[in-house]
């Protein structure tokens, strides 16, 4: 299988940062992606990762590390807006290399 | 442009009964997605189109499920003699070039009673 692996529910204040992991099955790995999702809505885009590193947009970063099959989303300066569930994707190459594996998401709550 | 537009947002309808979604992507976008979610789970890939082309199909597509893009622009995802387990979200997303570039819908709430 191609399972991905988040946390299910975190909690952090308003002004904190908090660090959401995402685990993956790294055979056949083409990319990586974040999205948040508030509740009854569609998911938005908020990064992409193929390659190691640190990518920065804003309030929010993505890292990955292919060779652990590992991810983090970042997010600084934690609003109350910021309350969404954050679904890490998979790409895989190969057959299927249109779809994206999604993680069950992970619920963040940012309370005052 | 408006972004993708799925109709109806919101379904109820008895079991056994068929129902159809629409999907009007971003104009433009020759790749469209459908996607399935549950309470609690990220989505499911369901099925894709190029153009009016259906290139891939997920297991989850039973012989129930028939989705088309006849002209290449919006698409329809029909269920057939729909189950109770087919109560979900069912999401459309759409991309010019790569799916790193796709857009979702706000879906369609399916609630089979």
């Known amino acids: 299988g191609q399972n991905i692996d988040q946390p299910t529910e975190m909690t952090a204040t308003e002004g904190a940062i908090v660090q959401i992991n995402c685990t993956y099955q790294?055979?056949?790995?083409?990319?990586l992606f974040w999205y948040q999702q508030h509740a009854g809505e569609a998911p938005t885009f908020l990064s992409y990762n193929v390659l190691d590193g640190l990518e920065e947009k804003g309030r929010f970063s993505s890292f990955l590390s292919r060779s652990k099959g590992y991810s983090y989303l970042l997010l600084k300066e934690l609003q109350m807006k910021d309350s969404a569930s954050y679904l890490c994707?998979?790409?895989?190459?190969?057959?299927?290399?249109?779809?994206?594996?999604f993680g069950k998401g992970t619920k963040l709550s940012v309370i005052p | 442009d408006t972004g993708v537009s799925q109709d109806p947002r919101h379904k109820i309808t008895k079991r056994g009964q068929n129902v159809t979604f629409r999907c009007d992507p971003i104009s433009e976008h020759n790749r469209l997605y459908w996607y399935r979610q549950t309470l609690g789970q990220g989505p499911e890939f369901l099925t894709y189109?190029?153009?009016?082309?259906?290139?891939?199909k997920s297991r989850l597509l039973s012989d129930r499920f028939s989705a088309e893009r006849p002209k290449g622009s919006f698409s329809t995802l029909e269920i057939q003699r729909t189950e109770q387990g087919d109560s979900a979200m069912y999401l459309c997303?759409?991309?010019?070039?790569?799916?790193?570039?796709?857009?979702f819908g706000q879906g369609t709430r399916l609630t089979v009673v």
């Open positions: 189109f190029q153009n009016e082309a259906q290139l891939e």
């Open positions: 790294t055979s056949g790995f083409n990319g």
């Open positions: 997303a759409s991309s010019f070039l790569d799916v790193t570039e796709a857009f």
């Open positions: 994707a998979v790409r895989y190459s190969g057959a299927g290399s249109y779809q994206l594996t």
